[in-house]
């Protein structure tokens, strides 16, 4: 864990801080880390989901830093976008994946549209 924690703040990924299963022990730690601060910071815009699933464009810029933060720091886990969505549902949705979709999808599939083609933002 303290190996984990040093590279948060070195900004080296999980798999240079850990070998093999703790690594993805703490790729599901850091993902719930990276949503939890959009739980502290954007509470009352996930409260607001039921009601008014408009708010989802908002939650997607949200989401997308979210996730660029996620893979910067996972690299090459063939399961971490897996990971990610399952922390999303589990902390921001209280388990209904029903409040995050089609954003979350959205975010997911971009992510890796941008992976598969670097050039294509420019």
Do not use: C, H
């Not at 990276?34 to 409260?47: A, F, M, N, W």
């Not at 990971?83 to 209280?94: E, G, Y």
């Amino acid at each position: 864990m303290l190996k984990f924690l040093k590279g948060l703040f070195t900004g080296s990924s999980v798999e240079e801080s850990v070998p093999g299963e703790q690594a993805a022990d703490d790729r599901v730690r850091f993902a719930g880390l990276v949503l939890s601060e959009v739980t502290l910071y954007d509470g009352k815009l996930l409260q607001g989901l039921s009601l008014d699933p408009g708010l989802q464009n908002k939650l997607k810029t949200t989401l997308q830093r979210s996730y660029q933060m996620y893979l910067d720091r996972t690299v090459g886990a063939p399961e971490r976008e897996t990971v990610f969505r399952d922390a999303a549902v589990r902390i921001l949705a209280n388990g209904n994946k029903t409040l995050l979709e089609p954003a979350l999808s959205e975010v997911l599939r971009e992510a890796g549209d941008r992976a598969a083609d670097p050039t294509r933002d420019e």
